[in-house]
């Protein structure tokens, strides 16, 4: 490591270990531990009394973040840096492997990053209800289109927003649009009545331009957070592969990818009825509705870190297998996956930010035991 980045580095953990480092100096703390895969003449930078330190202090912190039952949304960034050096150092056994899975043929040595890959960031498209399509990212600001009374605008933020005018009556024509986020994209849109639905990578909203009737109904696919604008006259109805959320006002998350066998309806504030098939269940704040192939609403009380992570700009996985992970890694980097190898299976713990680029997500799983090579839009797993 050059002699400029050596003090830059030495500078970070005096501030860290001072509790003094802003955010930002311990993400740029973060990017300097994954020199160490790359440069390993370079762990021995730390002496050993501070690399102690180092990591007692970030464990401590990790530890108390996870255990202790806070807001989701308010996850903060120093945590996330943290918990990504505990990933890269392998603190505590946060990395497990265990068994068996299948093979597919590749061919690539381990470790070869033949190119990188971005993140993903802010995009979707904008289907109106005369069909016609507008790509967010390639749109400028300001109006993008009118639907009925209600306007289509386009933030500062790359968001999209709705405003909805006041000639909206009973007897109004019903329009549609939808919105949907391809591979690597997401996006955070407002509804008519106020609601926000966040939209992760691969997912979409169906929805009216107004809310006329007596209820707001939508429906998605993919994985959505809400924050349900409140209105006791017009219940808010989310329909999605069968199974419908009905509330009042709340904050909830759905999570009914094609690719996963189980829908999961996470609830963070308020309250929600789950209705699927001739069965329903209320949710409490903190309770996880689950839905398999046998259509039984079961209720468990999930780890709420690790189901908001992808909200709050975080990769969480908590004992989660090799391929969850990558089916993770696939939507947000638009990629695809090859396995080759000796049939392991693998399982994780820990967090990468999202915006990491793919090599350096990578190179954090890699500790695992597991080896990677990137290979143009692919990824080669070697087991």
Do not use: C
Request: hydrophobic residues 35%; aromatic residues 8%.
């Amino acid at each position: 490591m050059p002699d400029q980045k050596l003090k830059e580095f030495q500078r970070l953990v005096d501030k860290y270990l001072n509790g003094n480092a802003t955010p930002e100096e311990q993400e740029a703390l973060d990017r300097y531990f994954l020199l160490f895969k790359d440069e390993p003449e370079n762990t021995g930078l730390l002496d050993k009394d501070q690399l102690i330190a180092l990591e007692k202090r970030m464990e401590s912190e990790l530890f108390n973040r996870v255990s202790r039952p806070t807001k989701v949304k308010r996850l903060w960034p120093r945590i996330a840096a943290a918990a990504s050096i505990l990933l890269f150092l392998s603190i505590g056994g946060y990395f497990l492997f265990h068994k068996p899975i299948k093979n597919q043929v590749a061919t690539l040595k381990p470790g070869v990053f033949k190119n990188d890959v971005d993140p993903g960031s802010n995009n979707a498209i904008l289907t109106l209800a005369n069909g016609k399509q507008i790509v967010l990212k390639n749109a400028k600001k300001g109006l993008l289109a009118n639907q009925g009374s209600t306007q289509i605008q386009k933030t500062a933020d790359g968001a999209l927003k709705y405003n909805a005018g006041n000639a909206e009556t009973s007897n109004a024509e019903v329009t549609y649009n939808t919105v949907t986020t391809k591979r690597a994209n997401k996006v955070d849109l407002t509804l008519p009545d106020g609601t926000i639905a966040y939209l992760d990578a691969v997912s979409s909203i169906h929805f009216p331009t107004t809310f006329n009737g007596n209820s707001r109904e939508v429906s998605i696919t993919g994985q959505v957070y809400f924050e349900v604008a409140h209105d006791k006259l017009k219940p808010f109805r989310v329909t999605a592969k069968g199974q419908t959320v009905e509330v009042l006002g709340t904050h909830f998350n759905i999570n009914a990818y094609d690719d996963e066998a189980i829908i999961k309806t996470t609830l963070l504030e308020g309250s929600v009825k789950i209705i699927i098939n001739g069965q329903s269940a209320l949710l409490q704040p903190g309770e996880q509705a689950q839905i398999g192939t046998t259509n039984k609403i079961n209720i468990i009380h999930p780890d709420l870190d690790e189901v908001m992570a992808w909200k709050n700009g975080l990769f969480k996985f908590n004992n989660t297998d090799l391929q969850t992970t990558m089916r993770q890694l696939i939507r947000w980097y638009d990629v695809d996956v090859v396995y080759q190898g000796s049939d392991k299976h693998y399982h994780f713990g820990g967090y990468i930010p999202r915006d990491s680029k793919l090599s350096e997500a990578l190179r954090i799983l890699q500790l695992s035991g597991v080896k990677f090579s990137i290979d143009g839009k692919k990824i080669i797993v070697y087991q």
